[in-house]
Nanobody, 121 residues
């Protein structure tokens, strides 16, 4: 099955850039999507920031459109974040949505532990 692990978070100033990495390991029968999600307040749900499908097409939250870019190189999914704002602060999680078949097929989702991005106001 698939595992993902995020890295690259940190403290940056408004207007600066940061690139998050999601290392993908394991085996899927077929991949559906890889996504980056953000949780801005402890206890709140994670919201989609950007997602890339197996064919490479990407879609973004309105807040990320034009500033963030999701792309994949081999077994790593990146989120390039430019012109960062204080409201981009949060825990960023990588997500893998895939199908795994053994005796039967299952739709599965893998989550990483998250990486914190802080943009002070």
């Amino acid at each position: 099955q698939v595992e993902v692990a995020e890295s690259g978070g940190g403290l940056v100033q408004p207007g600066e850039s940061l690139k998050l990495s999601c290392q993908v390991s394991g085996t899927a029968t077929s991949e559906k999507y890889f996504g980056w999600y953000r949780r801005q307040t402890l206890g709140n749900r994670r919201e989609l920031v950007a997602r890339i499908s197996a064919d490479g097409s990407a879609n973004y939250a309105d807040s990320a459109e034009g500033r963030f870019t999701i792309f994949r190189e081999k077994n790593t999914v990146y989120l390039q974040m430019d012109r960062l704002k204080p409201e981009d602060t949060g825990d960023y999680y990588c997500n893998a949505d895939y199908v795994y078949c053994a005796d039967i097929c299952h739709d599965l989702v893998a989550w990483g532990q998250g990486t914190l991005v802080t943009v002070p106001s």
